[in-house]
């Protein structure tokens, strides 16, 4: 070990430990208090859905906001009241915020990962305030302005990536109910697009919308039952192409576990 390199170790800031009940703030304060603020998460809404867009959100808040935002976590754990009292508050408080909305035609065209990651990229390069660090939940996000870090588990673990999601979900859930008032037989309002057995029943009785992404299996098949086509380019998935290619109205993975 050179001179150099022991200098590098005596100077460098000491490590932030986290303890797990230390709560969501934790990490953003490890990270302002190093001076590698403002902290930004981001989370994304509608990756698993098989309609309608994908939603990508990016948010700063204040340190030492914690307070204000008791309650705050992962979209998902809060009901549908809770999250619009959230997202009223994340908007009035957050130092500032992003959100960016994916249309379907360009999940099928990119697919839905790497929508999902130009996205994140796009949410982050529209925030007004620079971030110093950027949190993201779960997937690594190469090409963004500033460091950052997937966390595991991020809208729970992390404050600001819990408002961005909180910002995603709202947005992409009123953009669904929007939807369903000029597409009300697929349910859009009760589902927001997921694959549930009353969206899938939907589907096989009408076939897909504009508004359903060709590029998910299930779609796919349901539209080659009803022979229909793709109404713009798809970047098709391995299982949706041999559908559309066999011409298969199940979908493989169903008729697979099927034959076995």
């Known amino acids: 070990m050179t001179l150099a390199h022991l200098h590098w170790l005596e100077s460098r800031p000491p490590r932030a430990i986290l303890r797990r009940d230390s709560g969501n703030w934790a990490l953003q304060a490890a990270l302002d208090r190093r001076g590698l603020g403002p902290v930004a998460g981001v989370d994304e809404a509608g990756r698993g859905a098989c309609a309608g867009p994908l939603v990508i959100a990016s948010c700063v808040l204040r340190p030492g906001d914690a307070a204000r935002f008791e309650g705050l976590t992962d979209s998902k754990l809060l009901t549908a009241a809770a999250r619009d009292r959230m997202y009223d508050l994340v908007l009035r408080r957050a130092l500032d915020y992003a959100v960016v909305v994916v249309p379907v035609e360009e999940v099928d065209q990119l697919g839905v990962h790497v929508s999902n990651i130009e996205g994140m990229r796009r949410a982050i390069a529209q925030l007004r305030v620079h971030p110093g660090y950027v949190l993201i939940d779960g997937f690594r996000v190469p090409g963004l302005t500033a460091p950052s870090i997937p966390v595991i588990k991020g809208d729970q673990a992390v404050a600001c990536v819990a408002a961005a999601s909180v910002l995603a979900k709202v947005t992409r859930d009123r953009i669904m109910t929007e939807l369903h008032e000029s597409l009300p037989v697929y349910g859009f309002d009760?589902?927001?697009?997921?694959?549930?057995?009353?969206?899938?029943?939907?589907?096989?009785?009408?076939?897909?919308?504009?508004?359903?992404?060709?590029s998910y299996v299930n779609v796919a098949a349901a539209g080659m039952a009803h022979g229909l086509r793709p109404p713009h380019p798809v970047a098709l998935s391995v299982a949706a192409a041999a559908v559309v290619q066999n011409g298969r109205s199940t979908p493989v993975e169903q008729e697979e576990r099927e034959t076995a």
């Open 190 to 214: 009760e589902h927001k697009g997921y694959c549930t057995g009353a969206h899938s029943a939907a589907l096989a009785a009408h076939g897909p919308s504009p508004a359903h992404r060709w």
